[in-house]
């Protein structure tokens, strides 16, 4: 009977493995949000509360989805 | 002159996070029986996934720090919470956590196991703990603050201060953020239906920033941290959703216009899926991002403590990065703080005017920001 002697080590490689590739999409897609939210403040001063308002939004959004993926990781590890 | 009273503030502030947070580091001499040596239970000296946990999950005390003592004994400084349980055979039982002394003394039959939680002594008893735990504790403190402040600043408004004058004192600070809430929240997604929801998103609001600002003074409890608090809250959140959703939202989801017929069957799925998904999204965001918090600062210190490990050159060497991150760390999280209590309400407020808007011409846009 063969045991998978490294399952233990490698539930935890792959949970961290798997947080930080969440927190590089999280990066990546609040970036975006960022510079798309200073650009149209450049166009438009006047508007930049507006905007700033639906920039923290649509990044707690992204970061939500970033934060399922870390707690996934490390349900990983835990479990 | 400022400089000199920022470099005073920081260095109030560091003096107070190094005397809170620091741990006493045990060395031990390694085991010279060779025949009958045993396997240790536990690692000596510093560790880190213990102390993570202890931090983060609920406990019977408040815990501050502990210090060795003359005999070589570890004392902690702690402050005992009520423990009240009831199990079928032995009744209601209530008495103070310092009566377990830390783990190391049965009480009635019961005892503390080593994750801090109370088990009974015997197996396969069912012990209901009603226990007044940090976790509670704390939302008591919490919901203590906010009433006194929103009554007493209510009350001032009622005798006529800062009505038609300047406001005075406390309704300066509740007028600025209920004024927030009401304005950039309730009445761009609500409409005519705000002051309907008003109490609501303004208890959500200042619950939540209460107690995500009192949980990052060390030794208190993770209350928004902890998958429970916020599963309540976005069960509430879920209700309260349900309970304004109208027959338009549903055939909207049941019914999505303008959609081709063979995409139809997969997108009311996932239109009746996500009616689950968002609250559940609410939930996990509040405690991800508050714990992420709390494990990220409580690691960076323990950084400390591991270097010390291998060497107490490199402890002492790590010891003001570690401490400049974890200032640095503190910052965002008091800003997280605030945001996350924020980007809750919003999102409820959200949901909710999501629920009930109601009818409006084919190919009329909605009005909101952001479709979610």
């Known amino acids: 009977m063969t045991v998978f002697l490294a399952a233990g080590a490698l539930a935890n490689a792959g949970g961290a493995v798997g947080a930080g590739l969440a927190a590089m999409g999280a990066g990546i897609g609040i970036g975006q949000i960022g510079k798309g939210a200073v650009e149209a403040i450049a166009r438009q001063p006047e508007a930049s509360n507006d905007i700033r308002a639906n920039m923290i939004l649509a990044a707690a959004l992204v970061e939500g989805a970033a934060l399922f993926a870390i707690i996934i990781g490390f349900l990983a590890m835990v479990l | ?372």
């Open chain 2, 1 to 372: 002159m400022v400089y000199k009273s920022i470099k005073t503030i920081l260095a109030l502030v560091f003096s107070t996070i190094l005397l809170a947070l620091s741990y006493n580091v045990i060395a031990q001499e390694g085991d010279t029986k060779t025949a009958e040596s045993h396997v240790e239970e536990k690692k000596e000296g510093f560790n880190a996934k213990e102390v993570i946990f202890g931090h983060i999950m609920d406990a019977h005390e408040f815990h501050f720090f502990e210090y060795e003592g003359s005999d070589g004994q570890k004392h902690p400084i702690t402050i005992p919470l009520p423990v009240v349980l009831y199990s079928q055979q032995k009744g209601l039982s209530f008495f103070m956590s310092s009566a377990f002394e830390h783990g190391h003394k049965e009480v009635n039959g019961y005892k503390l196991n080593e994750d801090g939680k109370v088990i009974p002594v015997q197996e396969g008893i069912k012990v209901y703990d009603f226990s007044l735990t940090r976790n509670v504790v704390q939302m008591i403190l919490a919901l203590a603050i906010l009433v006194w402040l929103m009554i007493s600043v209510a009350k001032s408004y009622t005798k006529g201060l800062g009505v038609t004058s300047a406001p005075k004192g406390k309704q300066n600070l509740v007028e600025v953020m209920v004024a927030f809430v009401r304005d950039e929240v309730a009445k761009p997604n609500l409409a005519h239906k705000a002051n309907k929801y008003l109490p609501y998103l303004l208890t959500v609001f200042f619950f939540i920033l209460i107690n995500n600002i009192i949980g990052l003074i060390p030794g208190t409890a993770n209350v928004t941290g902890n998958i429970a608090f916020t599963i309540v809250l976005g069960v509430i959140s879920f209700v309260v959703i349900m309970f304004s959703s109208n027959s338009h939202y549903w055939g909207h989801i049941f019914n999505p216009p303008g959609v081709p017929g063979f995409v139809k069957p997969i997108l009311v799925l996932v239109e009746f899926l996500s009616v689950f998904i968002k609250p559940f999204a609410l939930i996990i965001r509040l405690f991800a991002n508050m714990v992420a918090g709390h494990i990220i600062i409580i690691c960076l210190i323990s950084l400390i403590f591991i270097f010390a490990q291998i060497n107490p050159a490199i402890g002492w060497g790590a010891s003001p990065v570690s401490i400049a991150f974890t200032i640095f760390i503190y910052f965002i999280e008091l800003l997280v703080a605030f945001l996350q209590a924020f980007i809750f309400t919003v999102l409820t407020a959200v949901f909710i005017g999501q629920a009930f808007e109601g009818e409006h011409a084919p190919g009329e846009p909605h009005d909101d920001a952001v479709i979610v």
